[in-house]
């Protein structure tokens, strides 16, 4: 079974900011490999599919990179309505999830 | 738009069996797939399976053996039955659609809690 790191945790970091997040897969995932950001309360949005793939409507700022093993997601300017959860998804082989980043505001 | 929505007990007994439902609209069941995902308190989210647009299905290993996916398309419905539960089970149990490049849309999930 594929296993994804995600690091870190947690992050605080102020308006304006720039944001980095990642996960390392176990295996090779190619590019299969999509970002979401959950608020409290809320459904998980996707924000980003196949590693760099923005999906309709999610801001500019948001950006994802990485192939094989290795991701990040960029948030490239920090907004208040950031702050939420972040989490990778696997999907090369069946599904698994990061353990999620809670970014909040510093 | 895409709707999922999840609905069953908020408590189940151990040993018992928990069954979901989760109600889709805005997308056929025959175009998309369904995953079922848990996640207990304080901890990540699992993947629990799939049932795939043409009705096949496929489990998570560690849980192949208590689970099984269903749907009816009729009722735009898909339904999650797991048997033998118990306190690890606890968790918030959502449903998603699956749009073959991973999962697009979440329903808000439900909250069981498995405890005599």
């Known amino acids: 079974d594929i296993q994804m790191t995600q690091s870190p945790s947690f992050l605080s970091a102020s308006v304006g900011d720039r944001v980095t997040i990642n996960c390392k897969a176990s295996?090779?995932?190619?590019?299969?490999l999509n970002w979401y950001q959950q608020k409290l309360g809320e459904a998980p949005k996707l924000l980003i599919s196949?590693?760099?793939s923005l999906q309709t409507g999610i801001p500019s700022r948001f950006s994802g990179s990485g192939s094989g093993t290795d991701f990040t997601l960029t948030i490239s300017s920090l907004q208040p309505e950031d702050v939420a959860t972040y989490f990778c998804?696997?999907?090369?082989?069946?599904?698994?999830f990061g353990a999620g980043t809670k970014l909040e505001l510093k | 738009q895409v709707q999922l929505k999840e609905s069953g007990p908020g408590l189940v007994q151990p040993s018992e069996t928990l069954s979901l439902t989760c109600t889709v609209s805005g997308f056929s069941l025959t175009s998309y797939g369904v995953n079922w995902v848990r996640q207990p308190p304080g901890k990540g989210l699992e993947w629990m399976g799939t049932?795939?647009?043409?009705?096949?299905?496929d489990y998570n290993s560690a849980l192949k053996s208590r689970l099984s996916i269903s749907r009816d398309t009729s009722k735009s419905q898909v339904f999650l039955k797991m048997n033998s539960l118990q306190t690890e089970d606890t968790a918030i149990y959502l449903c998603?659609?699956?749009?073959?490049?991973?999962?697009?849309?979440w329903g808000q999930g439900v909250m069981v809690t498995v405890s005599s």
């Open positions: 196949n590693a760099n």
């Open positions: 998603a659609r699956d749009m073959a490049e991973g999962i697009d849309y």
């Open positions: 295996q090779n995932i190619n590019r299969y």
């Open positions: 049932i795939w647009n043409d009705g096949s299905t």
């Open positions: 998804l696997q999907h090369n082989s069946w599904n698994t």
